[in-house]
């Protein structure tokens, strides 16, 4: 009975030890769990602080996109002129520039300034396009330099704010993607003994960086001025008419011909 009895107290000395492991496992993941939902609702309040600024970059890029799409037509629509219209165009111009009416006369070269006036137009259109693509440039610079800023948070764990095809996530898209985060206690699964300071360390350890790395964020003026001046300025790109393809070549030969300056093939 009296080994009987020893043996009892053995399991029972060892069932209350468990047990207690347990507990002390258990209060140190609640603890855990408890300071990462704190962490990530001051994150989630910090953020909401980026999102007006987020919705204007989403505005700049789409003029930019806007831009682009006008440039690619307005170039496409220069190159079935000719496979050179702005050389063609500006050596006929000069031609008949500089060329008197004496002359025009004897070659009977008509409609002088007229001729100037439409091949003039591809030459303006060019300039526009290049004008157009030079901010485009410029301004796609500043947004990379806005998503730099943000790319650290990203690395450290910050849910990303666009989705695959890099457009702003809705809010409450967003906000689910941080209570998932909350929410993610895999990080605690193999705690074991008793919680101490190095533990909150070493768990949450980032989640603090994150934190103290959004409160040190500071965005640059978000002005939407020489956005709308790039949307202006491609509306004037697309919207000044050319000549049709076969109208250019015969303005060309009209004041070229007479003297066989350029070869009025392609």
Same mark, same amino acid.
């Given at each position: 009975?009296?080994?009987?009895?020893?043996?009892?107290?053995?399991?029972?000395?060892?069932?209350?030890?468990?047990?207690?492991?347990?507990?002390?496992?258990?209060?140190?993941?609640?603890?855990?769990?408890?300071?990462?939902?704190?962490?990530?609702?001051?994150?989630?309040?910090?953020?909401?602080?980026?999102?007006?600024?987020?919705?204007?970059?989403?505005?700049?890029?789409?003029?930019?996109?806007?831009?682009?799409?006008?440039?690619?037509?307005?170039?496409?629509?220069?190159?079935?002129?000719?496979?050179?219209?702005?050389?063609?165009?500006?050596? @006929? %111009?000069?031609? #008949?520039?500089?060329?008197? /009416? +004496?002359?025009?006369?004897?070659? &009977? $070269?008509? !409609?002088?300034?007229? @001729? %100037?006036?439409? #091949?003039?137009?591809?030459? /303006? +259109?060019?300039?526009?396009?290049? &004008? $157009?693509? !030079?901010?485009?440039?410029?301004?796609?610079?500043?947004?990379?330099?806005?998503?730099?800023?943000?790319?650290?948070?990203?690395?450290?764990?910050?849910?990303?704010?666009?989705?695959?095809?890099?457009?702003?996530?809705?809010?409450?898209?967003?906000?689910?993607?941080?209570?998932?985060?909350?929410?993610?206690?895999?990080?605690?699964?193999?705690?074991?003994?008793?919680?101490?300071?190095?533990?909150?360390?070493?768990?949450?350890?980032?989640?603090?960086?994150?934190?103290?790395?959004?409160?040190?964020?500071?965005?640059?003026?978000?002005?939407?001025?020489?956005?709308?001046?790039?949307?202006?300025?491609?509306?004037?790109?697309?919207?000044?008419?050319?000549?049709?393809?076969?109208?250019?070549?015969?303005?060309?030969?009209?004041?070229?011909?007479?003297?066989?300056?350029?070869?009025?093939?392609?």
């Amino acid at each position: 009975m009296v080994q009987d009895k020893n043996q009892l107290d053995k399991t029972n000395k060892e069932r209350l030890e468990k047990i207690s492991k347990l507990k002390t496992r258990l209060m140190g993941r609640d603890l855990l769990k408890s300071t990462q939902h704190f962490l990530w609702d001051l994150i989630s309040g910090e953020v909401g602080k980026f999102w007006k600024d987020l919705k204007r970059l989403e505005v700049k890029k789409s003029y930019i996109y806007s831009a682009l799409e006008k440039h690619k037509l307005a170039t496409e629509q220069l190159a079935h002129l000719h496979k050179s219209p702005i050389e063609r165009a500006k050596s @006929t %111009i000069n031609f #008949l520039k500089f060329s008197s /009416d +004496k002359f025009f006369a004897k070659f &009977k $070269v008509n !409609d002088r300034y007229q @001729t %100037i006036f439409l #091949l003039q137009r591809a030459v /303006d +259109k060019e300039e526009l396009v290049q &004008k $157009v693509h !030079d901010k485009c440039k410029v301004l796609h610079e500043e947004i990379k330099a806005f998503y730099a800023i943000f790319k650290p948070l990203m690395d450290k764990g910050l849910p990303f704010f666009w989705d695959v095809e890099n457009r702003l996530l809705k809010r409450d898209d967003y906000d689910n993607l941080v209570v998932a985060k909350r929410n993610d206690h895999s990080n605690f699964e193999d705690l074991e003994g008793n919680l101490r300071g190095e533990i909150l360390v070493t768990k949450l350890g980032d989640v603090f960086e994150l934190l103290h790395m959004i409160k040190k964020i500071s965005l640059p003026q978000n002005e939407v001025e020489e956005y709308i001046n790039l949307e202006i300025l491609s509306i004037q790109m697309k919207d000044l008419m050319l000549p049709t393809k076969n109208h250019f070549k015969e303005l060309i030969k009209m004041a070229i011909k007479p003297l066989g300056l350029i070869p009025l093939t392609s």
